[in-house]
Every structure is written in C-alpha cells, then in structure tokens.
C-alpha cells in the first residue's frame, strides 16, 4: 500500500476525484443555467463562468481546455478514444467528467458533434443531444471535432451583443 501511494501521483499528474452525477451533467444541457452545481465553476472544473450574472460555458479551466487541445490536435476523435485516452495516465479522469466537458465545450460552441447516425451536433440544444450525454454507447460511437467557424466568427458576436446593449439597451445571451 506504501508503494501504491506513491505511484499514483507518478502514474496520475493530472488526476481529478471529481464524480459528476447523470443530475449534474443534465444541468449542462438544460435551456436555462440556473444553479449549476459547484464543480462546473471555475474553483473545479472550468467549464463555467459568471457573466453579467449569467451563467456561461467559457472552458476556461484546464480539464475542458485540455480536452478541447486534444481533439483540435488530431483534428476529431472519436468518443471511445476520447475517453480512453482521458482514463488513462497521465490524466486518470472519471469517464462522466469527460462527458461533463464535452458538454461544456459544446455549450459554448467549442466543438461540434456528429453522432452514428444523422446531422452534425453543433447546439446543446439540437434534437438527439441528451439522448448522446445519456447513453454511453452513443457517446463513445459519435466523433467529436473543433468547432468549425460558421460566417459569424465570435468577434462578431461579441460586436453585435455590444450595440445592442449600448444602443438598444437590451442585454443578449452569448449564443
């Protein structure tokens, strides 16, 4: 046992004791975020922030940057190499945590989706999202890729939230 202590952190440098329950997960892909649980904030896994009082999934902490690094790297990964390779050492990360983040990143429009069957997931809120979150073999058989830039990049979107609330007076949502 001397020694099993002593090989984790050497095997595991990146591990997170960090469980996400079926209901936490859930509360990513719910309409409205409205009391996320703690462990999505920025003092546990990044994945949202405060904005104006508002909820946002900015991934900025380091479990969804570094899966989000890890699917831009190769370009798109499938779900089931995604997981093994974030189970695995040097990260030894809970398969629900992985879940967490992608959902994250797909909330805040960082990557897009392609299940089995059917259209591209690019939307928390598309047809068929839960439903991918929910069923592990659904997860592990969709590729997950970076978001590709449509014709309104986020600069834009931040331009366009900025004139209406200046000149509108009117305070949009992010998406």
Not at 156 to 174: C, H
């Given at each position: 046992s001397v020694?099993?202590?002593h ?27 409205t009391?996320p649980?703690?462990?999505f904030?920025?003092?546990?896994l990044g ?15 380091v479990?969804?940057t ?26 030894g990360?809970?398969?629900d945590?992985?879940?967490a983040?992608?959902?994250g990143?797909?909330?805040?429009k960082?990557?897009r ?27 592990r ?16 979107r931040?331009?366009?939230r ?14």
């Amino acid at each position: 046992s001397v020694l099993a202590t002593h090989t984790l952190p050497a095997l595991y440098p990146h591990f997170a004791e960090l469980a996400i329950s079926p209901a936490e997960l859930n509360q990513l892909l719910e309409k409205e975020l409205t009391g996320p649980s703690k462990k999505f904030m920025e003092g546990g896994l990044g994945i949202l922030s405060l904005d104006s009082g508002k909820y946002v999934a900015s991934c900025s902490g380091v479990f969804p940057t570094r899966i989000a690094q890890e699917i831009e790297q190769h370009g798109g990964l499938a779900g089931q190499t995604l997981i093994a390779t974030f189970v695995s050492p040097p990260y030894g990360y809970a398969p629900d945590l992985v879940k967490a983040c992608c959902a994250g990143l797909l909330r805040g429009k960082k990557i897009r989706i392609r299940p089995e069957h059917g259209d591209d997931y690019t939307s928390y809120q598309d047809p068929g999202v839960r439903d991918l979150f929910t069923r592990d073999r659904e997860f592990r058989r969709a590729e997950f890729f970076p978001a590709s830039e449509g014709e309104v990049t986020n600069r834009d979107r931040i331009a366009i939230r900025k004139l209406f609330q200046t000149y509108l007076q009117v305070d949009l949502d992010q998406d």
